[in-house]
Each structure stands twice: as structure tokens, then as C-alpha cells.
């Protein structure tokens, strides 16, 4: 759960995300426009989404499933993303309700995409998430092995690979992120010109509320915003 924010708190905090955006991008030699800012809703009321798409929001994220069905038919019209962990049992609840799921993580999570995409008759946009840090407490393809399951995901139908995400090693500093954030725009660029069939890589997908300014000077093109737009979580033991 959290606080509920005031549209005035909301205002201020879209105000110097905007801010910090412009000024990134343009550090990065990119216009602002090239970036997408996708609001993280988890744990965010439905008035409050509804006013931050109001205020120019054009792109939410949510984590969990349950949460994400139990707002989705109160939320007004707006690019809508997946970026948790998804369970494969999970995926049939989702996939005609979302545009992309930003965190595929495995083989066995792209293949049960793909069934539920066929059977929805519908091509879904993904991402591949990256264990950037190589850390064991997380899921994702090793920058090794990444691009050789590109090109196996690839020949899945149903599923369309528009390019990588990645939670980088929690750090004390933004500052301590950018090695992660400039080896994952390394591959990248790397994954995208191999010009694999069935993928239009052009997105990358890295950067949160405490270093998504380092992100996007590192090349992100979307970051993954929440605390710094609707402030600080309260979790609960069920959280």
C-alpha cells in the first residue's frame, strides 16, 4: 500500500521527473521525446493512475498479476506493460490485456507466451530480461546466452522481440549503476544488429526511480519510474 499522494505532490514529483528526463536525454546527445517514461503503479490507487495519465502519462507497469486484473478495468485508456516476475500459470490472464512483457526471463516463460499468444490470435511485444549483475537472488538470461535465446525465442510464433530490460545490483549511488547500465547498451547494440528474424529491437528498458537520469545518459530509451512520481511505499507483511 501508500499514501495517497495530492494531485499537487503528484504535479511537483511529474515536474522534476520531466525535468531530469530533458536533461539526460539531451546530455546523451537524444531528444526527450525519444525516451519513454513508464509509470510503475504497483501498489498505487486507481485515481491516482487515472490522474497521472490525466496530467500526460502515457505508459504504466505493474509487478503482479492479481494487481494489475483487479485495476485493469478502472483504469482510463493507456499503453499498458508487464514488467514483474510473470509465472507461467500467470501468463493466460494477461496476455490480451497487456502490450508487452518487459520481463521474459527463460525459455520456458517465451514458449508459454507463445501458446497463450496463438491461442489469444494475437503477436505480443516482449523484452528479455538480463541479469546484468549476474546475481543469484535474480532471474534472467547471463549476457552470454542471451543473444543465442534471442535467436531461439525469435522462431516462436506470437511473440514479436522488440529489444532487453534489466534491474541492475541494488547500490548505494546512481553513479555505482552505470557500468551495468553501459554494458547492457552495449549488448544492446550488439543483439541488434545481428537482424534477427521475427524482432524489431529498438527498446531498452533499464533505469528506476533512484538512477533512471544515469540510465537514459547510458542509452536507456525507457525507464521504469514509481517512488519518484507517486512517492514511497508502505509495505505490509502481505506485500
Not at 505493474?62 to 494487481?67: A, F, L, P
Amino acid at each position: 500500500m501508500m499514501e495517497k499522494l495530492s494531485a499537487d505532490e503528484f504535479d511537483l514529483n511529474y515536474a522534476q521527473v520531466k525535468k531530469r528526463i530533458v536533461a539526460a536525454a539531451e546530455k546523451s546527445g537524444r531528444k526527450p521525446e525519444d525516451i519513454i517514461l513508464l509509470a510503475a503503479t504497483k501498489t498505487v490507487d486507481c485515481d491516482t493512475i487515472n490522474y497521472a495519465i490525466k496530467s500526460g502519462i502515457e505508459y504504466i507497469g505493474e509487478n503482479r498479476v492479481q494487481e494489475f486484473l483487479s485495476k485493469e478495468e478502472h483504469i482510463a485508456p493507456v499503453h499498458r506493460h508487464f514488467i514483474g516476475h510473470l509465472q507461467t500459470n500467470k501468463v493466460r490472464d494477461i496476455i490480451d490485456k497487456v502490450e508487452m512483457i518487459e520481463s521474459v526471463d527463460s525459455l520456458r516463460l517465451a514458449r508459454e507466451i507463445s501458446k497463450q499468444a496463438i491461442k489469444a490470435d494475437k503477436k505480443i511485444d516482449i523484452l528479455l530480461e538480463v541479469n546484468i549483475g549476474l546475481e543469484e537472488s535474480k532471474s534472467g538470461f547471463t549476457p552470454d546466452s542471451v543473444t543465442e535465446s534471442a535467436v531461439e525465442i525469435a522462431k516462436m510464433d506470437g511473440i514479436n522481440i522488440r529489444g532487453l530490460m534489466a534491474i541492475p545490483p541494488v547500490c548505494n549511488e546512481p553513479e555505482e549503476n552505470r557500468k551495468y547500465f553501459r554494458k547492457m547498451y552495449n549488448l544492446f547494440i550488439d543483439i541488434s544488429h545481428k537482424k534477427i528474424d521475427n524482432s524489431n529491437i529498438n527498446m531498452l528498458s533499464m533505469g528506476m526511480s533512484d538512477d533512471y537520469a544515469v540510465a537514459i545518459e547510458e542509452g536507456a530509451n525507457i525507464v521504469r519510474v514509481g517512488t519518484a512520481l507517486f512517492g514511497k511505499r508502505i509495505y505490509n507483511a502481505e506485500s
